[in-house]
């Protein structure tokens, strides 16, 4: 017996529609769709490289099953700003260096997005431990913490909460 369901969702704004077996996950499932931008590190849940906002949360996709996110609302790092108008972590992970290789910082800006919204003034600690699931194989975590920093003053400056 076929498994296979449709799923309906939003991602950065625009409606999604594939179909998918109940354990097909979030992140294989939006990859395919063309969702690049979601990296694929470790698959069971310890490096947050893949991680998205689902209806505004922080997930981790690999652990999300596509099921689960039917009908739902999905934000990836594209859907935070664009190269002509970048958010201001995007913008503070080039100025900074916190970008480095790349390869961890959708995650990192999705996790730092999330604790932002949280924590409009976080310490250092608060930052390490926000992102405390998110790991960097360059391992240049000062430049990431620093462009988190950077992100959060400029927020408060503009009077906004991430
Ligand atoms: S790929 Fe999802 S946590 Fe590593
Ligand atoms: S910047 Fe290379 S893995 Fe983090």
Redesign the pocket.
């Known amino acids: 017996m076929s498994t296979d369901k449709i799923i309906t969702l939003k991602v950065n704004g625009s409606a999604v529609k594939f179909i998918a077996p109940a354990h097909r996950t979030l992140l294989e499932a939006l990859r395919h769709e063309g969702f690049v931008e979601i990296k694929c590190g470790c698959e069971k849940g310890d490096c947050g490289a893949c991680a998205v906002l689902l209806d505004g949360e922080p997930v981790d996709s690999c652990l999300t099953l596509a099921w689960h996110a039917d009908g739902h609302e999905v934000t990836t790092i594209k859907g935070l700003g664009s190269p002509e108008n970048p958010d201001p972590l995007q913008k503070a992970f080039i100025e900074t260096g916190g970008?480095?290789?790349?390869?961890?910082?959708p995650g990192m800006i999705i996790a730092a997005k999330a604790l932002l919204k949280e924590n409009p003034e976080p310490s250092l600690e608060d930052i390490k431990r926000g992102l405390s699931g998110n790991l960097?194989?360059?391992t240049?975590y000062t430049r990431i913490f620093e462009a988190v920093q950077v992100a959060a003053e400029e927020l408060r400056r503009e009077g906004d909460v991430a």
């Open positions: 970008a480095q290789c790349g390869y961890c910082t960097c194989r360059c240049g």
